[in-house]
């Protein structure tokens, strides 16, 4: 996965740096528990240099190198488990045996990341299609989450078709794709074993995946991922990567208010070059952060001047539109320390 999905461990760092740093905050509204980890650069792959954990002030175990510390609760769990540390974060280690330990493993795992859907119709020819896509049966699962790439999406729609919401879902079905949407079916193969999608309109009657636009799959996959809480296991985050790619303008904005109600519920990071996308953002003071690479080719994080960015919507339509413009300069103000430079 590091090298086939990612480019190797060069491509994951930043210009000029040897280590890779991790860190994530979960809290409960009670306590808050806080993870650390640094990946070091070794033989053209990562090793472990440095991992802690937290709650509060207090230190749960600090792992630097092969020297491990932990506090009186955490000390006599960690002899046992020492062999698994040259492969294994001491974190994945300690789970199950430290309650701690274990809430921020599952918070991890309970991440649920989504990159482009892989709408792309056979036609396309061989090595063009990913082997499993939106468009491909699925062998019958039963499933709570949309695969990346949303390859398992008849099993999702199997799943949601037999949950007493349906009919909810279905009325989402048909205000963000065609009121002309009489049903979703998961039609089964004839060689059996295999269900597939189709798509019922009234006035042209059923139509089947490999049939349907990019856009229809997206934003079904999309509705999908909204109405999917992860089933056993609900989503501690929820990660997408360009969710407008191949949808119609006009529906962007109906997919930001679905996933603005998902924010109710969990947090949401949407990456983005869409203006569309930004104008439909219902608080982009707090909603949004520019993400960009400074002289030094280095990433550099700005949030929008709350007041500055209010005064210039009097005007424009929205932060996409302010962008579009040229002015969101104007409104994400520069760090001090680059400002001097």
Known sequence: MLNDGHGGVSHLLRRGESELKLGVDITDGNSSLSYAMTLGRRDGSFVIEHESLHQGDEVLFVRDGDAIVGSPSVVPQLAPRTYRLMKWPLLVAMSGAIPLATRMSNALA???????????????????????????????????????????????????????????????????????????????????????????????????????????????????????????????????????????????????????????????????????????????????????????RRLRLRRPDRTQLDRWLTEYRGLGHLRSEGYDRLVFPLPRTAEKA
């Open 110 to 296: 309970s991440i649920e990341v989504h990159v482009p859907f892989a709408t792309q119709a056979r036609w396309f020819g061989p090595g063009m299609v990913p082997e499993r896509n939106m468009r491909v049966d699925n062998i019958v699962q039963s499933t709570g989450r949309v695969d990346r790439g949303g390859a398992n999406l008849p099993n999702v729609v199997h799943a949601l078709r037999n949950r007493p919401d349906w009919p909810d879902t279905l009325e989402a079905i048909k205000l963000l794709i065609d009121d002309d949407i009489t049903d979703v079916t998961t039609p089964a193969s004839a060689s059996g074993g295999n269900i597939g999608i189709a798509i019922s309109y009234r006035t042209s009657g059923s139509i089947p995946a490999f049939a349907l636009s990019d856009g229809t799959l997206a934003l079904l996959a999309l509705i999908a991922i909204a109405r999917l809480d992860g089933g056993d296991t609900p989503r501690s985050l929820l990660v997408l990567d360009e969710p407008d790619l191949h949808l119609h303008p006009g529906a962007i904005a109906q997919v930001v208010a679905l996933l603005e109600q998902c924010g109710e519920h969990q947090p949401v990071v949407i990456a983005t070059h869409s203006d569309c996308l930004l104008d439909s953002l219902s608080e982009p003071a707090r909603a949004t952060v520019l993400c960009e690479l400074d002289d030094h």
